[in-house]
C-alpha cells in the first residue's frame, strides 16, 4: 500500500528517503491528515520533497499513482511501522529477512524495489507475490494499493481537477527555469573554498582564546587563508543564431562573474578559430589570439564554452570555413588544442537537448568533446559542474 | 497545540497543514518563497497564536553554529584580568564568561518557545550540517562548564531560505518543507483585507490588475512583492487617489499613480515607462 507509493515516488526518479517516508508514516499516525486526498497531498509533500523544483514532478507522480481516487478512508489509521515490517517479511525470502535487521531500510527498499522491476520485466502474466494478476505496478491502471477505494471505471466517480493536476509549480521545475539565481547556485559547485598554503592571516577569534587561556599572556595565532581557487575561463558565442538565447547567456554570464573571483572570458562566433575577442563592439579592432590565451591561462583553468554549436559542418572542419574571415586551420584543430591544454572542459548548449539529434554540428562539436556538452539548464549545468570536478 | 491562522497573517490550507506536522512531530520547517511572501512573519505570527515566546536568530554570512548554541566571551575575561581589583573574583569563574544562544535559551526556557532560524542560506554552507545534532537531539555540551544543556520542552523551530545557497541532504531530510507560492489574487485580497480592513472593493480590484500585470513585465529585475503593494496602498490611500485614476477610461496603457512604490528598482522603472511610451505609440 503506502510502501507501493513511496517505490512509486523513487521510480519517478523523486529523491525520496526512507527517513523522510517514515516521517510521513509517523505524521499520518498523528492523524495530521484527515479523511481527505487533499491533505494527505500536502502533507505527503511536505515531508517528502524538499524543493520546490521537484513540486512539479511530484504534482505528475502522484497524480499518476492517485488516478481516479477520490478518498483514502482511515488511511490515518492503521499504518503503523509494524504492519509495514510484517508486509515486507511477507514479500522476502527466508534468507532476506535474515539479512533484514542488518541491512536497514534503505537497502531493504531498494531491494523491494528490485523485486518489482525484475517481476515486471520477465513475466507481465503471473504476479505470485503482488498479487494483481501481473499488470504494472506503477503508474496508470495499474497496481492499486490495497485500503484505498479507487473510483473504478465509471468516469462519474472522479472529482474536479485536484490541486495537483493543476500543476502550479511547472515553472519551478529545474528543467524549465534558469534565473541569475539558480544558476548561481548551479556555479557554486564549482566553488572550492580551501585553506591551502602558509599561514597568511591572523586568527582572530583563536589569539583572543589562547591568550585568554593564557591568563593574558599574548599568544598569536596564524592561520592559511581561505579562498575560492577555482579557475574558469569562458568562452561566449554571441552569432546570430544565440539572439534567441540571449537573455540566458547574459543571466549565465552575469552569475558566473559574481561567483568566480578568477573567471576569465572571451567571445566567438559559432566555432572557435585562432581569435576571439572582448569587447563585441570593437571585436574587429581589438582580437586576442587564441594562442596567447592558452598561453597565459594556465592548465589550472576550467574551460566552459558556451554556444548553440548551431552551424554548417563546414564550419567546424575545413579551413576556410569560418563566417567572420579566412581561417588557415579548421575549427576542430583549434577545439582540440584547447581540449589537450584544458583537460576540465565542457560546453553548455542552450538548444534543448532534444534537437541535438537532429544537428549534425552539434553531434561533430560533441563528439570532439568526449560527449561532455550539457543543455544550460539548472539540471544540465549541474551535470556540467560535476563533470568540470572531475 | 495547533495553528489556525490568525487575523493579522493569512495561511492557505497546505501551509497551515505544514506547520502543524511540524508542531506535531516536533520537526523543523523549512519554508522558502520569493522574498516578501510572509515567510519571516509566519514564525512570528505562529509564536503569537501559541502564546510561545519567540527567539530570533537572523543569519548573516559570518554566522556561526556555535553562536546559536553559546559564546566564550574571551574578550572581556582578558579585560577583567588585565584590570584586576574586585573583578578579580569574577574572572576565575569561566561560568561568567559564557554567553547564552538562541538555541540554549529555548532549551531551558520553562515553556515551550518558538525559534526562528532566517534567512539560513545566508551562512557558510556547512552552517545547516553543523546544528543538525543540536536541533535533533536538543541538547549540547558545553565543555568550558562541563555542563550539558537539555530541552526542558522541545521548541518549534522555523528556518527560512531565500535559496541563496543549495542545503544539505542530510539537513533537508529531517525537515518537513513548505515552499510559499506567491499569492494568487484570490489570497492577496485577502492579506490586503488583513492590513486594510474596509479598502474600498473598487480601488482593490483596480490596484491588484495593476499589481499583477506589473508583475508580468517581462525583464523587471525586481519585481513587486507583497510589502509593495502595501506601502502602495497605503500611498494610494494618502493622497486619496481614485480607482478611476488607476486606469484611464479610454482604457489607454497609461504609467498608474506613485508607482514609485511598486518598482523599487530604478533601471525597472525605466524598463516600465519605455514599455508604456512604446505602446501607447503603437496603437
Ligand atoms: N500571508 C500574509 N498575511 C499577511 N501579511 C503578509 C502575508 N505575507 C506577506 N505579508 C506582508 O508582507 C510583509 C513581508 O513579509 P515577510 O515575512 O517579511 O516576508 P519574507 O520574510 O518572506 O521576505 C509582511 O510584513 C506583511 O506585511
Ligand atoms: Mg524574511
New binding site residues.
Partial sequence: MLIDFFLHLKAAKLPVSTREFLMLLEALRERLAGHSLDDFYFLSRACLVKDESNYDKFDRAFGAYFNGVTEIPGLEAEIPEEWLRQLMKKHLTPEEKAKLEKLGWDKLMEQFKERLKEQKGRHQGGSKWIGTGGSSPFGHGGYHPEGIRIGGDSAGNRTAVKVWENREYRNLDDSVELGTRNIKVALRRLRRFAREGAAEELDLDGTIHDTAQNAGWLDIKMRPERHNKVKVLLFLDIGGSMDDHIKLCEEMFSAAKSEFKHLEYFYFHNCIYDYVWRDNRRRHAERFPLHDVMHKYGDDYKLILVGDATMSPYEVLHPGGSVEYMNEEAGAAWLQRLLDKYPRAVWLNPEPERLWDYRQSIQIINNIFGGRMFPLTLEGLERAMRQLNK | MRFEGSN????TPDLMLAVNAAITLQRPLLIK??????????AEEVANALGAPLLQWHIKSTTKAQQGLYEYDAVSRLRDSQLGGKDGERVRDIANYIVKGVLWQALEADKPTVILI?EIDKADIEFPNDLLRELDRMEFYVYETQQLVKAKHRPIVFI?S?NEKELPDAFLRRCFFHY?KF?DSE?MQ??VD??FPGLKKALLKEALEVFFELREVPGLKKKP???EL?DWLKLLLAEEIPPEALRSKDRKVAVPPLHGALLKNEQDVHLFERLVFMAKHNR
Fill in positions: 493579522t497573517y493569512v495561511a518563497g520569493e522574498p516578501g511572501t510572509g515567510k519571516t512573519m509566519l532566517d527560512t531565500n510559499i499569492p489570497t485577502k492579506i488583513v492590513h512583492s507583497t510589502s502595501l
